[in-house]
């Protein structure tokens, strides 16, 4: 019953037009560059719990064909109205009770979608699933967050007088080591990538020397920060990324 109970919340906020699945915009633009990076021009994809397709649209620019599923209607929605001014005739957007597919897929992408299940057994179950629907040697691009990440950024800023960052309420990380093992069997890990230069410069040193208590997500710096990530993406080596992108190959 509780876990039935903590879905329908979970469900029901996804469900209000004003809930935004990333509201740090620089944030998603380096999370969909990273996974852009792992797509090919005759990519069948899927999108497992799309949200509101800010990453879809973009994908569907340089795949062949995707498939974006989300249990909100909403979500949904705000999807079709995002795509209906792109005019992306190969995005096929579909409710998560009806999926259907009579191909396997090349890739499969969860963005920050997986941690929004309330229990880990769960997680756990859909990449299980996922691994049935990929293809032999198919693709699965993770882009979930991360315990490890979160606790070294938190460490620092509590070191520096800051609030620690908190989970949200419907949000549940992973353990990377503890993953890996669990679906070691099932999937091989070929690419780790971080955003740490990122989260350190915005996390730690902006909140720290200009915004300590609401955090500012347009600020010049974190532009400024973003950047930075995508030019010189190993420039911090220490793990201080909550959010991470692990990219498994199908055994």
């Not at 997680?123 to 293809?135: E, N, R």
Request: glycine share 4%; charged share 30%; proline share 2%.
């Amino acid at each position: 019953m509780r876990l039935e109970a903590n879905s329908l919340k979970i469900n029901e906020y996804w469900n209000n037009e004003n809930a935004q699945s990333m509201y740090d915009k620089n944030m998603l633009d380096l999370e969909i560059c990273s996974i852009i990076s792992e797509l090919n021009k005759e990519d069948f994809v899927l999108d497992l719990g799309c949200g509101e397709g800010e990453g879809t649209v973009e994908y569907a620019k340089v795949v062949k064909d995707i498939v974006a599923i989300d249990s909100s209607e909403t979500r949904l929605k705000l999807l079709s109205q995002r795509n209906f001014h792109l005019k992306r005739i190969n995005v096929d957007m579909r409710s998560l009770d009806l999926v259907l597919f009579d191909k396997l897929f090349d890739v499969v992408i969860t963005q920050r979608s997986l941690i929004n299940l309330p229990e880990h057994s769960q997680q756990i179950d859909v990449i299980k699933q996922i691994h049935k629907v990929l293809k032999n040697k198919g693709k699965y691009i993770m882009l979930e967050g991360f315990e490890e990440g979160e606790q070294s950024i938190n460490d620092i800023r509590v070191f520096l007088g800051l609030e620690p960052i908190k989970q949200k309420w419907h949000n549940l990380f992973f353990n990377q080591n503890e993953l890996i093992n669990e679906i070691s069997d099932i999937f091989e890990l070929k690419k780790e990538l971080g955003f740490n230069t990122f989260y350190f410069l915005t996390r730690v040193i902006n909140a720290r020397l200009k915004h300590p208590d609401i955090p500012k997500w347009d600020d010049e710096f974190n532009v400024m920060a973003m950047n930075l990530e995508k030019s010189f993406p190993n420039l911090i080596g220490h793990n201080f990324s909550r959010l991470k992108m692990l990219v498994f190959e199908k055994r």
